[in-house]
């Protein structure tokens, strides 16, 4: 019979207790450690992992505890206020309101009326009355920006935590703007009609000015106390910090120091004339951004317009007056320092006023270089960016 051959080749079927079968457990024993090695590694990793995990909570939760209450319950920062606000008025209307020497009076209510008529004088009383709208505020800023404007963020399509806080800032101060600074020119034309427009002499004339119209006075105080309360956001860091922060501190502290000593000194129909001009430009500024954050095809119309209100309202209108305190400060009106008769207009108050405007100026020119490079660089190469924009890391959102 013919020797069969198979095609695999070869095959040993001598003894097979031998060399073969050790082989195949030296093989599986090679395959069992490799798997067992494998197995460590990957159980190793895991342990890894969970235990960078584990660090990263550690780490979030101390972070928390750090962290204010305010920033862990942002869109409870309404209660508060608002509830102080809720016992203030109850207790007004309850025992203060018909009773005209009641001290609740002076934190809800103009102090120091002079009788029959709508002026009104100065004193303590008036830092009260400043107090107590600082938390109002409070109230107001938070409760506008967490329950009635979130919603139309999300409405409108903003998504990422940054746009939707950005808007709720622009959107708040849209509309304070978009109130105070008509109120202002309102007070400028038919309150101080001798104001009106921007006629510089009126600063001087009649000097002191110590008793100044109920529209005056109260825009004059709330104005205080929303700059007070805008402050206080700065130093709590309520907002995210922009790069240009320490502008924005520098311009705060100027702004206090005006409002403080123009109410103090007399000097409040200089303060109206640059109220309306910060106002209103800054009513165009959010009004621009907020285009900007909803990427409106209008956008560029309105930035460009607000360049041209900027322009207009803070350097020219402000040099206008700038030069006033420079020239007719001096000419029109007494210019003697009486501390009896509280004719504070002298040399003295001049150069405080003087100084403390072109401070003021040379910041808004900071940010008017700021805002024309923007408009050059869409203008030359189409860019679009917000130079003032915030110092964060976007890659959270």
């Known amino acids: 019979m013919t020797q069969r051959r198979v095609s695999v080749g070869h095959i040993n079927v001598g003894d097979t207790s031998g060399s073969s079968v050790t082989s195949?457990?030296?093989?599986?024993?090679?395959r069992s450690r490799h798997q067992n090695v494998h197995d460590g590694q990957v159980s190793h990793n895991k342990k890894e992992d969970l235990k960078i995990v584990d660090q990263k909570t550690q780490l979030s939760?101390?972070?928390?505890?750090?962290?204010?209450?305010?920033?862990?319950?942002?869109?409870?920062?309404?209660?508060?206020?608002?509830?102080?606000?809720?016992?203030?008025y109850t207790a007004y209307f309850l025992v203060a309101r018909n009773n005209p020497d009641h001290w609740l009076n002076m934190f809800v209510k103009l102090s120091y009326n002079v009788p029959g008529t709508d002026m009104y004088?100065?004193?303590?009383?008036?830092?009260?009355?400043?107090?107590?709208?600082?938390?109002?505020?409070s109230f107001l800023r938070e409760f506008c920006m967490q329950v009635a404007l979130k919603p139309l963020a999300y409405h409108l399509g903003l998504?990422?935590?940054?746009?939707?806080?950005?808007?709720?800032?622009?959107?708040?101060?849209?509309?304070?703007?978009?109130?105070?600074?008509?109120?202002?020119?309102?007070?400028?034309?038919?309150?101080?009609?001798?104001?009106?427009?921007?006629?510089?002499?009126?600063?001087?004339?009649?000097?002191?000015?110590?008793?100044?119209?109920m529209w005056l006075k109260e825009f004059y105080l709330l104005q205080a106390a929303f700059w007070a309360q805008q402050a206080i956001v700065l130093l709590l860091r309520l907002e995210k910090p922009r790069r240009d922060f320490y502008e924005l501190v520098f311009h705060h502290i100027i702004t206090m120091a005006l409002i403080f000593l123009s109410y103090r000194f007399h000097f409040t129909k200089i303060g109206l004339d640059v109220y309306v001009t910060m106002d209103l430009s800054d009513f165009f500024l959010a009004l621009s951004k907020i285009l900007n954050y909803l990427e409106s095809p209008a956008v560029v119309f309105f930035y460009f317009l607000f360049v041209a209100t900027w322009i207009y309202l803070r350097h020219y209108l402000n040099l206008v007056i700038l030069y006033s305190v420079a020239t007719e400060f001096k000419t029109v009106g007494?210019?003697?320092?009486?501390?009896?008769?509280?004719?504070?207009?002298?040399?003295?108050?001049?150069?405080?006023?003087f100084s403390l405007l072109l401070l003021l100026q040379l910041v808004n020119l900071y940010w008017l270089w700021l805002v024309l490079r923007i408009a050059y660089r869409y203008l030359k190469d189409n860019v679009k960016e917000d130079v003032r924009s915030e110092v964060e890391d976007l890659s959270d959102d």
């Open 24 to 30: 195949a457990h030296i093989n599986n024993d090679i």
């Open 61 to 88: 939760k101390k972070k928390a505890k750090r962290a204010p209450r305010w920033r862990r319950n942002a869109g409870n920062n309404w209660l508060i206020p608002g509830t102080i606000l809720a016992i203030v």
């Open 121 to 137: 004088g100065k004193g303590v009383k008036d830092y009260a009355f400043v107090a107590f709208h600082i938390i109002f505020f």
């Open 159 to 213: 998504r990422t935590s940054h746009k939707v806080n950005r808007f709720l800032e622009q959107m708040y101060s849209l509309i304070y703007y978009g109130t105070t600074g008509p109120i202002g020119l309102y007070i400028m034309r038919y309150r101080c009609p001798e104001l009106w427009y921007f006629n510089t002499t009126a600063f001087y004339e009649d000097f002191p000015h110590r008793v100044i119209d």
């Open 334 to 353: 007494p210019y003697v320092l009486n501390w009896e008769t509280q004719q504070y207009k002298c040399w003295l108050s001049q150069s405080i006023t």
